[in-house]
């Protein structure tokens, strides 16, 4: 944790915002940021504005594109940079930022250089899109008020003092009189997160049990900086249960590296034949947890390959659980099911 | 000599619906041959092109994955028991 009198100096002006006080600027320094843009200029304007707005906010944590990474850090030597995707595509972005929800974070995309578009989030499966209109080619200049834009929208989220908008236009038709509307989040968030087909209630039954919850925790801070894993399972009583399992990743590594070509640092494998034994106590197959080590609780590319090889998951009806840690700290936690209609992962949201 | 091959689920469609089959073979490869005869088209799910077990596939020979024994030419005994399992892998 920073100093608190250098936060002060430093992000001193969000302190002076009516509401945001000491509290959230603590809560800006334990968020992380999530920045993707296509690979237009205009995207990648966009996304390097709204970071360095961000970063100069006081965000303790960033996942950037490598095009910008050492920019935003050399904004904020202290800044927790984290490696991200180079470049995405709208779909792959509504995706990618729905199936990030890092805790507590703030995510922002930025591609299409004709329409526009950003997506922030601010907590599990909530992606706001942010389109933008105007008379000509958006240039890199309009791009970068657009960022700006979608990092203020985020910050008065952060700090607690608008809530985050499900969809923002801002239409710059007339280059005299730019106007923004924001459409309010709907306040039924099963409605909201429909489309990534969420499934309720595990994850803050996982999160209220300590028999389930606790080993999880431990496991993946005593594991830093390897991955760790394991099972949840269901007693006969009903109970949830983790069982943590050795990461065999390395041995496999060692075997075969070309067909496991990943250590424990990024990867993990466990010894599937533990499944056959909870069976054989009486217990169900719930989720599947592993930890991800310097980066956020998504699901990734290498998660959805293994999890669903073939566009079918290899465990149906199972969730999956990725915790994220940071530095050696647990940060964020978010489960994933299979959603049929999508072929993907989605991930549940918190209040279901 | 007679051995048992556990099915996961989402290969259950080739056994109809069976979790586990009985099959006769000296060696893994044996044994999953004999599934295929028993299961048409199950053995292309587990083994590729190559003759190679599939990445997102294991092969325990008791408590064992095979990979880490002779592979398909892991020798099995009478009673011994095979499980199919789907991998559970992943990675940041």
């Known amino acids: 944790m920073r100093d608190p009198k250098r936060l002060f100096a430093r992000y001193g002006r969000q302190l002076l915002v009516d509401g945001a006080d000491f509290d959230g600027q603590a809560r800006l320094h334990g968020w992380t940021a999530v920045l993707a843009g296509d690979t237009s200029e205009w995207a990648q304007a966009a996304t390097e504005a709204c970071g360095r707005y961000l970063v100069g906010a006081g965000v303790g944590a960033i996942v950037a594109p490598s095009s910008f990474a050492a920019a935003l850090q050399a904004l904020d030597p202290q800044l927790h940079v984290l490696p991200g995707l180079d470049t995405v595509s709208p779909p792959v972005a509504h995706y990618w930022f729905a199936s990030r929800p890092y805790g507590a974070s703030v995510d922002v995309a930025v591609t299409d250089a004709s329409a526009g578009y950003a997506a922030g989030q601010s907590g599990p499966a909530r992606v706001t899109t942010l389109r933008f209109a105007c008379g000509e080619p958006a240039s890199p200049e309009v791009a970068v008020v657009v960022g700006a834009a979608a990092a203020d929208l985020l910050l008065a989220d952060v700090l607690k003092l608008e809530p985050l908008p499900a969809h923002v236009v801002i239409d710059w038709t007339d280059p005299t009189e730019p106007t923004m509307t924001r459409t309010p989040r709907s306040t039924d968030p099963p409605a909201e997160a429909s489309q990534f087909a969420p499934r309720p209630g595990l994850l803050a039954e996982m999160r209220g049990t300590p028999t389930a919850w606790a080993p999880i925790e431990a496991e993946a801070v005593r594991g830093y900086p390897t991955e760790t894993c394991g099972l949840l399972v269901r007693e006969p009583g009903g109970q949830l249960k983790t069982i943590v399992c050795p990461n065999l990743q390395d041995r496999y590594h060692a075997l075969d590296p070309n067909e496991f070509p990943r250590t424990s640092r990024t990867a993990y494998k466990l010894n599937e034949r533990v499944i056959a034994k909870s069976a054989d106590a009486g217990e169900a197959l719930v989720a599947i947890w592993h930890s991800h080590c310097d980066a956020g609780a998504y699901f990734s590319a290498e998660d959805v390959r293994c999890a669903a090889p073939a566009g079918q998951p290899l465990y149906p009806g199972v969730a999956y659980l990725v915790v994220s840690v940071l530095g050696g700290q647990l940060r964020g936690a978010a489960l994933y099911h299979f959603d049929p209609a999508t072929g993907g992962f989605a991930a549940e949201h918190p209040s279901d | ?92």
């Open chain 2, 1 to 92: 000599m007679a051995v048992t091959v556990k099915i996961p689920t989402p290969l259950r469609k080739f056994t109809g619906d069976k979790d586990s089959v009985q099959v006769e073979g000296a060696t893994v490869g044996a044994a999953l041959h004999a599934l295929e005869v028993k299961a048409p088209g199950i053995a292309a799910k587990i083994v590729d092109d190559d003759g190679k077990v599939r990445r997102f596939i294991n092969i325990y020979a008791g408590e064992d994955d095979i990979r880490f024994l002779d592979g398909l030419a892991t020798a099995i005994t009478d009673g011994a028991e095979i499980s199919i399992i789907p991998a559970i892998a992943g990675g940041c």
